[in-house]
């Protein structure tokens, strides 16, 4: 018997009353939504959380700068990608925070996603792909909230799409009447993410889907696939889902082209593994 | 590409990607054989690590990857594209190993 649509809407929506959603992480949303809040500001509050701090600044140089040390303070992340990007980033961090072990494979399969979808925009001639990197970074971020909310339930479907052969999306709405990418959107648009960011996670496998952000859409649905196909962390889909023929027609590759893709990919993809490696000593 | 610690740098090693200080200038181009002197240059620099040319093998079996190829691709393998990603990354595999 799968669950109530609106039911299932509601919890997914209600996620800011989750109480383990760190109250640090309430304020500094609370504080980003009124436009009267400078950035200096926002900063001090991030800071005020050094691990957290921490957590984000290694999360943005890993998935945006290819794991190069480039943004050392909160303040530099607000002024290089705004305020609303970084917060989308700590709504993110704190969720997958939320689920610790059980998320790691996820968050592997996400930040392999993000740097593959900037490498991607970058071969379309994006400049400052850094938007693509945060929508690859949460487009899943929908599975994390079914998660949280519904974790027995959650399970089930990721050992139904399993056990039955099927793509995850299916299990998930034969068990919740909507798939991740719609609760994902319905979560961002809660928290008023970015619009581009809403859609990316709504349309990411359906990108013929969006009106106002087909690239963004498009980049991301590709990346998915690429991140997938070389198997990078666990996304819970038992098999690679086929690119879109839109999408084939941004991404015009041939059999050459996406083995040079590969090995560009699989020159970065290892230190997906690395990232989670506990550091030594 | 590779990112090494600095000790564990072999002599001649090639720089993937150039060295650059905080303001975003290079201060070492990519293509820079590395030895004993640059190592010890940027020893002083501060810098810990960096990317040089080379290839990591995956911690995986070969057989193991192809597997996991094979088994992931089942439902897309019918589309032409699809199969012809496939080729690509199975072509990757054979190059790698």
């Known amino acids: ?281 | 590409m590779l990112k090494v610690s600095l000790e564990s740098i072999a002599p001649g090693a090639v720089l993937a990607k150039p060295i650059i200080n905080d303001a975003g200038l290079v201060l070492i181009a990519a293509g820079v054989e590395v030895y004993e002197p640059l190592k010890r240059k940027l020893a002083s620099m501060g810098i810990t690590e960096v990317f040089v040319v080379g290839r990591r093998v995956p911690d995986i079996s070969k057989a193991e990857f192809v597997a996991r190829v094979d088994r992931s691709f089942l439902k897309s393998g019918e589309d032409p594209r699809m199969a012809a990603m496939k080729n690509a990354l199975l072509a990757h595999i054979e190059e790698i190993y």
């Open chain 1, 1 to 281: 018997m799968p669950l109530d649509f609106d039911a299932v809407r509601a919890k997914v929506e209600r996620t800011n009353a989750i109480p383990t959603i760190p109250i640090v992480i309430k304020k500094i949303l609370r504080a980003v939504e009124n436009p009267a809040t400078s950035p200096a500001a926002v900063s001090k509050l991030v800071s005020s959380d050094p691990a957290l701090t921490a957590k984000m600044l290694k999360v943005i140089n890993a998935a945006m700068y290819g794991f190069v040390a480039r943004i050392s303070s909160v303040n530099q992340a607000v002024v290089l990608l705004g305020m609303n990007v970084v917060r989308a980033l700590l709504l993110g961090i704190s969720m997958f925070e939320m689920m610790e072990q059980a998320a790691t494979g996820l968050w592997k399969h996400s930040l392999g996603c993000a740097i593959i979808a900037k490498l991607l925009a970058q071969k379309k001639g994006i400049q400052d792909a850094e938007e693509f990197s945060v929508a690859g970074l949460l487009h899943d971020i929908g599975k994390v909230v079914l998660s949280v909310q519904y974790p027995k339930d959650y399970q089930g479907a990721v050992a139904t799409a399993r056990e039955r052969g099927i793509f995850l999306s299916e299990a998930e709405t034969e068990v919740f009447t909507m798939n991740h990418a719609m609760a994902g959107a319905y979560f961002a648009k809660t928290w008023r993410l970015p619009k581009f960011i809403v859609e990316s996670i709504r349309c990411h496998h359906q990108p013929y889907l969006t009106g106002s952000f087909p690239l963004h859409a498009a980049t991301v649905h590709m990346a998915d696939v690429l991140v997938k196909a070389y198997d990078v962390g666990f996304s819970g889909d038992p098999f690679v889902p086929p690119v879109h023929s839109s999408v084939w027609e941004l991404f015009d590759f041939n059999e050459e082209q996406m083995k040079e893709l590969f090995s560009e990919i699989g020159d970065m993809i290892f230190q997906v593994d690395d990232f989670f490696k506990k550091p030594k000593r």
